[in-house]
């Protein structure tokens, strides 16, 4: 929840950052909570009906996620070449 925070926040001004944090955390309350109340009234209309409706459900959300804002310059980030670390000496007691 750290990351989605930041993202949220991270493109809010100063001054409305706190507000931009408590509709994110507001959102990720309800969401889950809207979910399950629409898969129990779908589970009334019978199992098979319900879960072609849910796997619909994710199947529309998945391309939507990709356009989701990440980590900022993540796509011009190249993995840094990491210089290999001297081993110390044992330590001497």
């Not at 809207?34 to 879960?51: F, K, P, R």
């Amino acid at each position: 929840m750290v990351a989605a925070t930041q993202v949220i926040v991270r493109a809010a001004q100063v001054r409305t950052a706190g507000v931009a944090g408590g509709v994110q955390q507001t959102a990720l309350n309800a969401g889950p909570a809207v979910g399950v109340a629409a898969a129990s009234v779908l589970l009334g209309t019978g199992t098979q009906d319900a879960l072609l409706a849910l796997a619909a459900v994710a199947a529309l959300a998945a391309p939507m996620a990709r356009l989701l804002p990440g980590p900022a310059g993540a796509a011009s980030r190249a993995p840094a070449a990491h210089a290999p670390v001297p081993a110390a000496a044992p330590e001497r007691r």
